[in-house]
């Protein structure tokens, strides 16, 4: 009995299937050790948890986060979500909006007094 065309078809799609998966997982391994790469002391982090903070130690499997000044809390390598670099931070920092007139001017005393309401006749 001959094979059929959709025997073909079912085999290839198969076989990009496996291939899609080994090259996706091969990328998610090279991000994740050029993650763990940059993961130093000094550097500024965010954690799954959303816990953002400076690292102060690293060892072997954990690091230790400070997140508010005398507050250290130690994490699982792992949990590390991204490094945030130092240098995108400081120019959001130094931006700050500045209003041209103050709020408290904008009104006088004149709008603020108040008036007493009408009464409408039935």
Do not use: H, W
């Amino acid at each position: 009995m001959p094979a059929s065309n959709n025997d073909y078809t079912i085999f290839l799609l198969i076989a990009v299937f496996v291939a899609f998966l080994f090259f996706s997982s091969r990328k998610r391994k090279k991000q994740a050790a050029t993650l763990t790469d940059s993961v130093k002391v000094g550097a500024k982090v965010v954690m799954l948890g959303g816990i953002t903070g400076k690292i102060v130690a690293v060892n072997a499997d954990t690091v230790i986060v400070e997140s508010t000044p005398g507050t250290q809390i130690e994490f699982m390598k792992a949990a590390v979500r991204n490094v945030v670099p130092g240098e995108a931070k400081a120019s959001v920092e130094t931006k700050k909006p500045v209003a041209k007139t103050p709020a408290a001017k904008a009104t006088s005393k004149a709008s603020t007094a108040k008036t007493p309401a009408k009464k409408t006749a039935k």
